[in-house]
């Protein structure tokens, strides 16, 4: 008996062990089979979660962000042991001291899902396991990806320190609202930083992740409620927080951005503009727009908010002031039914969604606004932001044609801005004429201000970097930098006379834009009245491979066609290149590298790029005087010789002192530019100095065609020159450029070229500097190889229209007019 009884109870123990063998050793294969081709958990280590990148002003101030997911990463030591503790508190508690998995949870859930016959079925992973499914695994529901996730998390859990795996967790986690992470939903609905946030919010925030999308702080208040104050009360059970403070946190309401308790975080940030995404897209062809938008880079950006504002004002008046003069009304293009006229609530609904733009201010914000009624002395209007009506009076439309019944229907969304009067508003529209503003650091290449177009909401096309435009005469400059490197000096003087060039396309007759020719003039004069023909000459003269060499130097383009009709700037390039061209003539010739950001950092605060690498030799010095600035040495390539830059730059404030923006262009300290007109006006510019800032403007429609008779670049952009540099000279003021060593002063006569003496003075007196060494040849004239006899056609004809002068000998000469806003400041494919 004894022995069937040792024998029963053996064979028992014999069956046990082999059960509990044979499920070892099966638990053991299944985990073996599913885990040897799981990705390596010590990738973890590297793992960097996808981040916004954030964009800073000069003062620190944020003025945008990208991502695909918007999340702020924060290294664990910055999480407050607050928002650590409601975490661990609500997803957790074991956190510590599991290795990587729960049975005790596993095994409840498990419980409770077979109680339930699957109707209730609840996770049980530990925050371990919610990182393995986060960062490798996909989000179904099956017993293979548990096993996988719980084979993971034993692993992570082994191999990397529980702050790493939280760490991870805490920046990875999605907690709704498209935020990821717990700094950005701090942010997203309590607009706090993480140290700001009180025990009952850091408790909602860990509410969050059982169901995002089902726990909405506002549609499902009582829910989120709840369990926010069941993590409340885990973090008491837990020891985290006392007795007292459970008890005054969960009486606390529910608030958040969303119910509007809060200011959003997003009224703090500007529309979106030219510079900013001007910035994201240089940025994502030079990191890729994977890294860019997912690295996390804090991107501290050249901008001067101030005068970004002044850009955007000035060259929206001038679009404005052209589109006005037309007096053509196109309004939005936009309709709303007109069942939802008749109820406010309707039409406040359906005009909020209307795509218009919203980022415009000129004299006021521009506000989107619906036509209600149609009258014949007034219109009234729905204004989104405004009261339930307002009116546009008749006195509102006087520049345009025909009357509000011929322009407007009832139902038509417009642009409107307030009135002088209370309740009275004003049409407005956004141009069909565009163009593009940049200004400039002229030593660094800053680029401190940057308009794209009319408004960024109505065109994301940045015209000033994206746009390929004739530049015309504003690309002349180029061909007198070839000449006067080349041995020729301001004094030289080319014949300005018909020329005829056969061309494969037939014969090429260009001409001023005045239709007048003007005989030998000196260098000097050809520019500042823009002549050219004069151009042309001396093109030949030096040679167009070697002007294409110069523009290609200068980076207007990267290879340039050596074709004569080029001298007169008919092939395209874009403002951004030409502005920064222009900051080399005002800096004494050395290379610029035009940037939108000075400095870039990784998500850990490690500088990554910085755009000036010059060397500040005295900026640690405590000796230097209070007025006085320390030495910068700089390294950068000399890309044209510096008496060269000098002549140039004298000769362009020519352009501006008595030339073809002396009409518009009129600052408190010495500016130089030069205008520019293409073929029947399809483009106009303006691109000007002084001794700090280089700024430019074109203008000109998105489909080329003319702009009309009265369209020049001194007359439309060079106010938008002359009203933002105001602004930009009160703030940086202005000095005398820099005479460079190596050459003097000689006076001569502007209108012949003559040498005069020293004590010669006048209007017709300038003082040319020229390099030592070099005896100038007084008298010699140029004319390109090209015919220039009386009998080619107008020769005579305008010869007889100039004018006669008095020179400094006393003879009488003759010599053209003097230029208006662009009588011969046109160039392109004339």
Aim: aromatic share 10%; glycine share 10%.
């Amino acid at each position: 008996m004894i022995r069937f009884i040792l024998s029963f109870f053996g064979t028992i123990f014999t069956l046990v062990t082999l059960g509990i063998f044979m499920a070892a050793l099966t638990i053991g294969g299944v985990f073996w089979m599913y885990g040897r081709d799981l990705p390596s958990h010590e990738s973890l280590a590297r793992y960097q979660p996808p981040t916004i990148s954030r964009i800073y002003s000069g003062e620190g101030t944020l003025i945008d962000e990208f991502a695909k997911e918007r999340r702020l990463f924060t290294p664990i030591e910055e999480i407050p042991d607050l928002v650590k503790q409601a975490f661990i508190s609500a997803e957790d508690k074991n956190f510590y001291s599991h290795k990587g998995f729960d049975i005790r949870g596993i095994a409840a859930a498990g419980y409770e899902a077979i109680q339930s016959r699957g109707a209730n079925v609840r996770g049980a992973s530990t925050i371990p396991q919610q990182v393995a499914k986060n960062v490798f695994l996909s989000g179904e529901r099956s017993a293979e990806r548990k096993i996988k996730e719980i084979i993971l998390a034993n692993r992570m859990v082994t191999s990397l320190s529980r702050d790493v795996v939280l760490e991870i967790y805490m920046n990875e986690i999605f907690l709704g609202q498209n935020s990821f992470g717990v700094t950005a939903a701090a942010q997203t609905f309590f607009n706090k930083t993480l140290s700001e946030l009180e025990p009952h919010e850091a408790a909602m925030l860990a509410a969050m992740p059982q169901a995002p999308s089902k726990y909405h702080p506002v549609r499902a208040k009582e829910r989120v409620t709840d369990r926010r104050n069941y993590v409340l009360r885990e973090m008491f059970e837990n020891g985290y927080i006392s007795r007292d403070v459970y008890e005054s946190e969960k009486e606390k309401p529910l608030r958040s951005v969303q119910n509007g308790d809060f200011e959003s975080f997003r009224t703090a940030l500007p529309p979106r503009d030219y510079f900013t995404d001007e910035i994201r897209r240089q940025l994502s062809d030079d990191f890729g727009e994977g890294e860019f938008f997912t690295g996390g880079m804090a991107v501290r950006a050249t901008i001067d908010e101030e005068l970004q504002v002044e850009a955007a004002r000035s060259l929206r008046e001038g679009l404005q002031k052209y589109d006005r003069q037309r007096g053509v009304w196109r309004g939005t293009d936009v309709v709303l039914p007109a069942e939802v006229l008749g109820d406010e609530a309707a039409w406040r609904q359906a005009l909020a969604v209307a795509e218009v733009p919203r980022d415009i201010t000129l004299g006021g914000k521009w506000h989107p606004a619906v036509v209600l009624s149609v009258g014949d002395q007034q219109v009234t209007v729905g204004v989104e932001d405004g009261d339930s009506a307002g009116v546009v009076p008749r006195a509102d439309i006087k520049w345009m044609r025909g009357s509000f019944q011929d322009n407007l229907t009832v139902g038509d969304v417009v642009l409107v801005r307030a009135g002088e009067a209370a309740g009275e508003y004003s049409l407005r529209q956004v141009p069909e004429v565009q163009g593009g503003f940049v200004a400039m650091d002229v030593n660094s290449g800053r680029v401190l201000a940057m308009q794209g177009g009319f408004s960024y909401q109505d065109s994301v096309f940045n015209r000033a970097t994206q746009a390929q435009r004739q530049p015309g005469s504003s690309f002349k400059p180029f061909v007198y930098a070839a000449a006067l490197d080349s041995g020729y000096s301001p004094a030289t003087i080319v014949v300005d006379a018909p020329i005829e060039v056969n061309t494969p396309q037939g014969l090429w007759r260009p001409r001023n834009s005045s239709n007048k020719f003007y005989g030998p003039t000196p260098l000097r004069t050809g520019i500042e009245r823009s002549r050219n023909l004069m151009t042309i000459r001396l093109a030949q003269e030096v040679s167009m491979p070697v002007v294409a060499g110069y523009a290609e130097q200068f980076g207007v383009y990267d290879h340039m066609g050596a074709y004569l009709a080029n001298s007169l700037g008919s092939e395209e390039t874009t403002l951004y290149k030409m502005v920064a061209a222009y900051a080399m003539f005002a800096n004494g010739g050395e290379r610029v590298e035009p940037t939108l950001v000075d400095r870039i950092q990784d998500r850990y605060g490690e500088t990554i790029y910085r755009h000036d690498d010059r060397n500040c030799v005295d900026c640690s010095n405590d000796t230097i005087a209070p007025n006085a600035a320390p030495r910068i040495e700089t390294n950068r390539e000399q890309v044209m010789d510096p008496i060269t830059a000098y002549q140039l730059t004298s000769m362009m404030r020519g352009v501006v002192d008595r030339g073809t923006a002396a009409r518009t262009v009129n600052l408190s300290v010495p500016t130089a530019g030069k205008t520019g007109t293409t073929n029947d006006a399809k483009d106009v510019w303006f691109i000007g100095f002084t001794s700090n800032i280089v700024a430019g403007c074109y203008i000109g429609y998105d489909q080329p065609r003319s702009m009309g008779r009265g369209a020049f670049g001194g007359s439309m952009c060079g106010p938008v020159f002359q009203s933002f540099m105001e602004h930009a000279v009160e703030k940086y003021g202005g000095g005398p450029f820099d005479v460079p060593p190596g050459g003097y002063f000689i006076k001569i006569d502007r209108f012949t070229g003559a040498r005069l003496p020293d004590d010669a003075s006048g209007d017709y007196v300038v003082a040319e500097y020229f390099r030592e060494g070099e005896q100038p040849i007084f008298g010699l004239t140029y004319d390109g190889g090209f015919a220039m006899g009386s009998d080619l056609p107008l020769f005579e004809e305008a010869q007889q229209a100039g004018v006669s002068v008095t020179t400094s000998t006393g003879r009488k000469t003759t010599v053209g007019p003097n230029a208006s806003q662009g009588t011969v400041s046109s160039g392109g494919l004339y």
